[in-house]
Nanobody
Framework: QVHLVESGGGLVQAGGSLRLSCAASGSTFRFNAMGWYRQAPGNQRELVAVITSGGTTNYADSVKGRFTISGDNAKNTVDLQMNSLTPGDTAVYYC?????????????WGQGTQVTVSS
């Protein structure tokens, strides 16, 4: 059974930085894409950034230029470097992994890690 475990969340002041990490266990295959989503209270879960196995990245407009996603496809890990954080970035951040090894995509989610940015 595949498990995604996030780490690196916490409390930081506005303008500060945090680095989130996500590692998969129990997988005998490589994911086609891994990414980060976030959900603030009262809001829907939204895409933050994603990276494909080929290294292509995509970011939400709100984090472009401030966040950087990186991954190791061989190890099934993904990191998110978050700089210039604002209170608007406060949310629970979730790691997601996708595999297209079968006809239907398989999605896996981590349990989430809290990021709180104080003003």
């Amino acid at each position: 059974q595949v498990h995604l475990v996030e780490s690196g969340g916490g409390l930081v002041q506005a303008g500060g930085s945090l680095r989130l990490s996500c590692a998969a266990s129990g997988s005998t295959f490589r994911f086609n894409a891994m990414g980060w989503y976030r959900q603030a209270p009262g809001n829907q879960r939204e895409l933050v950034a994603v990276i494909t196995s080929g290294g292509t990245t995509n970011y939400a407009d709100s984090v472009k230029g401030r966040f950087t996603i990186s991954g190791d496809n061989a190890k099934n890990t993904v990191d998110l470097q978050m700089n210039s954080l604002t209170p608007g970035d406060t949310a629970v951040y979730y790691c997601k992994a996708v595999s297209y090894r079968f006809s239907r995509p398989e999605e896996y989610w981590g349990q989430g890690t809290q990021v709180t940015v104080s003003s």
